[in-house]
């Protein structure tokens, strides 16, 4: 089969697209035909080896998957041949990755693709939707009628926050870098959406959340605690899950004397049951029309460490040329 791949941790060059053998599902796995797979920031952290994780090697790049069952493992119960499937959380934690033709993947990480939504979509909504859902549902206890605020409305996580939180009955305030993207959050639905370039973001929010933001999502990798704090409601809720690096400041008593809380997940801690919970919910959403995915654009698998080299210079080099997710089609 195909397969996009790197023989050692490196930069986005590394990565080969070539021929490798097709996987037999064993035990409880099953081999998914790939029909779309969504890049994710952590597959490039992986790739340069930024994140040391073990790999098998050689090492398929990529997380998500979604695309059809074409063979079940001997123990594999839950999918049969011919089902349309979506999943995520493959290619960490020492599991190969999913950007080839094929993939075998233990049945537990796998989710029916409900009728009507298409492999892009469901695959541009795999790792960023379980995680929006962990952080609002089981981390942050958002409840209807709360104020969430996120940054980067846009973004892979951020525009998934923005809906699943509109989903749950909260009112939205979000962040983008331009007034184009800036519309996309309206369109996205969030009810206030503030150009963090030419905005003075902090003064917005009072004015918008006068008695304080319930739930904070940060998805920055250098969060300012100082200003979050001060705009956190008393008991509101703030969500970390990025910027392994980041040593910021925190103001401990304005934070203990509000009654608030931190919250810090990654996503692929999450136990299959946990994640599987998520997708249920996501998957009644996507079949619904609530949830969107916002894809960015579509590249063939060639173009592999091209998406790469994109996602950096986005995420971590902050260049604002991406608006969504980049998905691959093998
Ligand atoms: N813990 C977990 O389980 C988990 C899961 C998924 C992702 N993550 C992490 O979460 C982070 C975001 O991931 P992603 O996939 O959403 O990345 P992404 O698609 O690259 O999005 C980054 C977003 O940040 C916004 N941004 C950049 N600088 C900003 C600023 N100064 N103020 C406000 N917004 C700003 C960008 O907005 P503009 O484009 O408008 O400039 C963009 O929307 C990454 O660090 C990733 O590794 C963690």
């Known amino acids: 089969m195909r397969a996009a791949y790197i023989e050692k941790p490196g930069p986005p060059e590394s990565i080969i697209v070539g021929e490798l053998p097709t996987p037999e599902p064993t035990g409880r796995q099953v081999l998914v035909r790939m029909a779309a797979a969504a890049v994710n920031p952590v597959d490039t952290y992986i790739r340069a080896g930024t994140i040391k994780m073990d790999i098998p090697l050689p090492f398929i790049v990529g997380c998500d998957v979604a695309g059809v069952v074409e063979k079940v493992g001997p123990n594999a119960r839950r999918f049969k041949v011919g089902d349309r499937v979506w999943g995520s959380n493959q290619g960490l934690l020492g599991r190969q990755g999913t950007f080839a033709e094929y993939a075998a993947v233990d049945e537990d990480w796998l989710y029916p693709t409900p009728e009507g939504v298409r492999d892009a979509a469901a695959a541009a909504c795999a790792l960023v939707g379980i995680t929006a859902h962990l952080g609002l549902v089981r981390d942050a206890r958002l409840q209807a009628g709360e104020i969430l605020f996120v940054n980067g409305g846009t973004g892979g996580v951020g525009s998934t926050v923005v809906q699943m939180a509109k989903a749950l009955g909260a009112r939205v305030i ?8 800036v519309r996309a959050c309206r369109d996205l639905g969030a009810d206030a959406a503030i150009n963090y370039k030419s905005e003075d973001v902090a003064a917005r929010v ?12 940060e998805t920055l990798r250098e969060p300012n605690f100082d200003q979050t704090v001060a705009l956190l409601a008393p008991r509101g809720r703030m969500v970390l899950m990025a910027g392994r690096d980041a040593r910021p400041p925190f103001p401990v008593g304005p934070f203990y004397v509000k009654g608030c809380r931190l919250v810090g997940f990654a996503m692929f801690n999450a136990t299959p049951d946990e994640q599987r919970a998520a997708a249920e919910a996501i998957n009644g959403w ?24 994109l996602q950096e210079e986005n995420t971590v080099g902050g260049a604002g040329t991406l608006a969504g997710k980049i998905v691959i089609k093998p």
């Open 174 to 181: 979000t962040t983008a870098g331009s007034d184009e993207k």
């Open 206 to 217: 009072k004015e918008i959340a006068p008695e304080g933001v319930n739930v904070w999502w």
């Open 286 to 309: 996507l079949a619904a029309g609530k949830i969107k995915p916002r894809i960015d654009r579509i590249l063939p698998l060639d173009q592999t460490a091209e998406a790469h080299r």
